[in-house]
């Protein structure tokens, strides 16, 4: 489905679900958020207009919010009938109307040249339409695909019935052994097994074709676009918002921890076990420290802002992260196409083992 198929449904279904909610008549659906005016929901014969309140109204915000453009279809069996008898002429008499006639024969003995003119022009346009036509059913038909399968289907049912006559034959007229015998009914029910296959695109092909063919694609028009992305560049900033405070109050709940300087030697020293175990208790006091703000006492806790960046760092060389390697542990390392590693809960298929 593409995007503006997409955008279609998604409207299409939002018209018709407000709809019935104001039809409902409960009160918060029958007026827009600040309206003084009820809804409106405009149904013509090829578009669905809603508004809010009416067409010229004081407050901006009201009038019409979007209108649907609807698809048009055509009928290819009367189209199909329409175009050929503008090619080939029609048994149906008109009355004044010399186009019916074959003017070509008859400007032979008759000055028919401008409606003649007009016929040629008429038969190629059709002609050209007609060519559409059938182009566009094959396409949302799929008959390319229809005829590829009939082709296929009866290759593999001509191959098959006569893998099995040459079986069958075998069995009824050569001489063979009981292991022989056993070998071929084998290779004779997975050709009946196959049949199954076959019952499978008999039923794709039986599939009913329409004759309905979308000569016009839908298009959806919002009337008050800047207000529609003043509305989105809102909810965006809502959601940033929302994010930043999340992580504010992730960095607050860490800094509030309470380590002393002895805790962080102790994690890092169970950090590096793992993934470096050749630092000593030593170095990793001299890491902590050559990372302390300048001035501060060697030997006393690394404030949280520092701590956290050494952390960070760490994860992005081995991947864990010292504050959560325990949990982290229970994960699967991934790597990504750019070399990095990352961790996920489950690897993909195509991850290396």
Known sequence: ????????????????????????GTKSSLRCPGCETNKRFIIDHDT???????KNNDNKKCGPQYTIQLPKYDNFRDLHKIYNEQINGSFVYKEKDHLQYDLKSLTMKMNVKDDL???????????????????????ENKLSEYTEILESLSDKR?????????????????????PEQKELRKKYAVLIQENKEFINMIIELRKTNT???????????????????????????????????EDKKEDKEESLKKYTFDDQVRILTEYYKEFDPN??????????????PKGSQKGTILPT????????????????????MKEEKEKFIQEL??????????????SPR
């Open 1 to 24: 489905m593409t995007d503006a198929e997409k955008e279609y449904e998604k409207y299409f279904t939002k018209f018709y679900s407000d709809l019935f909610k104001f039809k409902n």
């Open 48 to 54: 669905l207009t809603f508004s809010c309140g009416p």
């Open 117 to 139: 003119e007009k016929q040629t022009e008429l038969i190629k346009d059709s002609q050209d339409k007609l060519k559409k036509l059938i182009n566009d059913t094959i396409k």
């Open 158 to 178: 001509y191959k098959n019935s006569i893998e099995k006559q040459k079986i069958m034959r075998s069995l009824k007229e050569e001489e063979l052994s009981e």
């Open 211 to 245: 004759d309905y063919i979308m000569s016009k694609k839908p298009e959806i028009i919002i009337h008050n676009k800047h207000k529609e992305d003043k509305e989105k560049d809102k909810d965006k900033d809502k959601e940033d918002k929302a994010k930043d405070k």
């Open 279 to 292: 630092k000593t208790e030593n170095d990793i006091k001299r890491i902590i420290n050559n990372r302390r």
């Open 305 to 324: 802002k520092p701590w956290l960046e050494l952390c960070d760092k760490l994860q992005k060389k081995y991947v864990y992260h010292p504050l959560r």
């Open 337 to 350: 196409e750019d070399g990095s590693e990352v961790l996920v809960d489950f690897l993909s298929p195509g």
